[in-house]
């Protein structure tokens, strides 16, 4: 099974994340709150795969239109995954499942994206990303 390391700013749904994965026999190698944290333990425990949620500004969302803004701080965190580690596993998810955000986070990198609330989603983009076939 996949070893998942969770990025993700509340810590109820780091948990609620942790359980869903250990139910169906992944392991949590990391959990952190922020993205700075995440370059670092990423390093330290090399994950088969990455959750990170986005964490855009409200401003942004409240008001999503046919572009994202570059400036964007999950935009900048993929990217910099993917500069540390060209190979990196990364899925985002949010509880917004605005075509754009899944349009853009695939077209910088990430290899699924998941939608809140997500125990069939998640555990679907883990086999498909993460696991051996």
Do not use: C
Not at 43 to 57: C, F, G, R, T, W
Not at 120 to 125: A, Q, R, S, Y
């Amino acid at each position: 099974m996949a070893r998942v390391m969770i990025v993700e700013n509340a810590e109820f749904m780091r948990m609620a994340i942790r359980d869903t994965l250990f139910k169906h026999g992944h392991e949590v190698v990391a959990e952190v709150a922020d993205e700075e944290e995440a370059f670092e333990k990423y390093l330290e425990v090399k994950p088969d795969l990455v959750l990170m949620d986005i964490m855009a500004p409200d401003n942004v969302l409240d008001n999503v239109s046919e572009n994202v803004p570059d400036n964007m701080n999950w935009k900048e965190s993929l990217n910099k995954f993917l500069d540390i580690d060209h190979e990196a596993k990364m899925a985002m998810f949010s509880s917004l499942g605005y075509q754009i955000l899944i349009t853009e986070s695939t077209k910088v990198g990430a290899m699924g994206f998941i939608v809140k609330p997500f125990e069939p989603g998640m555990l679907n983009v883990i086999r498909k990303i993460a696991e051996p076939n």
